[in-house]
Protein backbone atom coordinates (compact mmCIF):
# COMPACT_ATOMS: atom_id res chain seq x y z
CA UNK A 1 0.00 0.00 0.00
CA UNK A 2 1.25 3.66 -1.48
CA UNK A 3 1.57 5.66 1.87
CA UNK A 4 3.09 9.50 1.84
CA UNK A 5 3.52 11.05 5.22
CA UNK A 6 4.60 14.46 5.08
CA UNK A 7 5.51 16.37 8.72
CA UNK A 8 7.67 19.74 8.97
CA UNK A 9 4.98 22.00 8.73
CA UNK A 10 4.81 24.79 11.66
CA UNK A 11 4.22 28.60 12.11
CA UNK A 12 7.63 30.73 11.25
CA UNK A 13 8.02 34.09 11.12
CA UNK A 14 9.23 36.06 7.51
CA UNK A 15 12.46 35.63 6.59
CA UNK A 16 12.87 32.39 7.93
CA UNK A 17 13.48 28.71 6.65
CA UNK A 18 11.77 25.51 7.04
CA UNK A 19 12.23 21.98 6.02
CA UNK A 20 9.55 19.93 5.46
CA UNK A 21 9.80 16.21 5.09
CA UNK A 22 7.50 13.41 3.16
CA UNK A 23 8.08 9.82 4.34
CA UNK A 24 7.14 7.27 1.56
CA UNK A 25 6.38 3.44 1.71
CA UNK A 26 5.25 1.04 -0.34
CA UNK A 27 7.32 1.62 -3.20
CA UNK A 28 10.07 2.52 -4.70
CA UNK A 29 10.73 6.23 -4.82
CA UNK A 30 13.64 5.98 -7.04
CA UNK A 31 11.63 5.18 -9.93
CA UNK A 32 8.65 7.55 -9.27
CA UNK A 33 8.43 10.95 -10.08
CA UNK A 34 8.00 12.77 -6.97
CA UNK A 35 6.40 16.31 -6.22
CA UNK A 36 5.71 19.16 -3.89
CA UNK A 37 1.97 20.91 -4.02
CA UNK A 38 0.51 23.69 -2.29
CA UNK A 39 -2.80 24.88 -1.37
CA UNK A 40 -3.19 28.40 -0.22
CA UNK A 41 -6.47 29.87 1.75
CA UNK A 42 -8.93 30.40 -1.38
CA UNK A 43 -6.72 28.74 -4.11
CA UNK A 44 -6.07 25.72 -5.81
CA UNK A 45 -3.43 23.33 -4.83
CA UNK A 46 -0.21 24.00 -7.05
CA UNK A 47 2.79 22.38 -7.76
CA UNK A 48 5.89 24.31 -6.39
CA UNK A 49 8.48 22.20 -6.98
CA UNK A 50 9.05 18.33 -8.78
CA UNK A 51 12.02 15.36 -8.55
CA UNK A 52 12.09 13.45 -11.52
CA UNK A 53 13.43 9.80 -11.90
CA UNK A 54 16.45 11.14 -13.37
CA UNK A 55 17.19 13.25 -10.90
CA UNK A 56 16.40 16.53 -12.57
CA UNK A 57 14.67 19.02 -10.68
CA UNK A 58 11.81 21.17 -11.79
CA UNK A 59 10.40 24.27 -9.59
CA UNK A 60 7.54 26.38 -10.15
CA UNK A 61 9.48 30.18 -11.68
CA UNK A 62 7.65 32.48 -9.04
CA UNK A 63 9.64 30.00 -6.78
CA UNK A 64 12.66 29.74 -8.40
CA UNK A 65 15.59 30.39 -5.70
CA UNK A 66 13.71 30.05 -2.59
CA UNK A 67 12.85 25.84 -2.96
CA UNK A 68 15.58 22.93 -2.62
CA UNK A 69 13.99 19.72 -3.69
CA UNK A 70 15.67 16.55 -2.53
CA UNK A 71 15.05 13.03 -1.27
CA UNK A 72 17.19 10.08 1.13
CA UNK A 73 16.80 6.60 -0.63
CA UNK A 74 18.33 5.26 2.35
CA UNK A 75 15.53 6.97 4.76
CA UNK A 76 12.48 6.83 1.56
CA UNK A 77 12.35 9.98 2.04
CA UNK A 78 11.01 13.40 0.01
CA UNK A 79 12.52 17.17 1.30
CA UNK A 80 11.47 20.29 0.71
CA UNK A 81 13.52 23.18 1.53
CA UNK A 82 12.06 26.72 2.04
CA UNK A 83 13.99 29.57 2.26
CA UNK A 84 13.53 33.15 2.99
CA UNK A 85 10.03 32.18 4.07
CA UNK A 86 6.68 35.31 2.93
CA UNK A 87 3.59 35.71 4.66
CA UNK A 88 2.30 34.32 1.10
CA UNK A 89 4.24 31.04 1.24
CA UNK A 90 1.36 30.25 4.29
CA UNK A 91 -0.66 26.87 3.00
CA UNK A 92 -0.87 23.26 3.47
CA UNK A 93 1.84 21.92 1.78
CA UNK A 94 1.56 17.99 -0.06
CA UNK A 95 3.66 15.55 -1.22
CA UNK A 96 2.66 13.92 -4.36
CA UNK A 97 4.10 10.46 -6.33
CA UNK A 98 3.30 9.21 -9.99
CA UNK A 99 4.57 6.27 -10.73
CA UNK A 100 5.00 7.10 -14.46
CA UNK A 101 6.72 9.80 -16.70
CA UNK A 102 4.87 13.40 -17.33
CA UNK A 103 5.97 16.17 -19.16
CA UNK A 104 4.13 18.24 -17.08
CA UNK A 105 5.95 17.46 -13.21
CA UNK A 106 4.41 20.41 -11.53
CA UNK A 107 0.66 19.65 -12.74
CA UNK A 108 -1.78 17.58 -10.02
CA UNK A 109 -3.58 15.81 -12.28
CA UNK A 110 -0.59 13.43 -13.25
CA UNK A 111 -0.30 12.52 -9.84
CA UNK A 112 -1.71 9.51 -8.29
CA UNK A 113 -0.97 9.13 -4.71
CA UNK A 114 -0.73 11.99 -2.00
CA UNK A 115 0.14 12.65 1.63
CA UNK A 116 -2.26 14.35 3.82
CA UNK A 117 -0.49 17.52 4.21
CA UNK A 118 1.79 19.52 6.31
CA UNK A 119 0.65 23.44 7.72
CA UNK A 120 3.13 25.84 7.04
CA UNK A 121 1.77 29.52 8.24
CA UNK A 122 4.30 32.57 8.29
CA UNK A 123 3.85 35.80 9.58
CA UNK A 124 5.21 39.05 9.34
Known amino acids: QVQLVESGGDSVQAGGSLRLSCEVSGFSSSRYQMGWFRQRPGKERAGVAALLSNGRTIYAQSLKGRLTISKDNAKSTLYLQIDSLKPEDTAMYYC??????????????????WGQGTQVTVSS
Open 96 to 113: AANPSISSTPLDKSVYNY
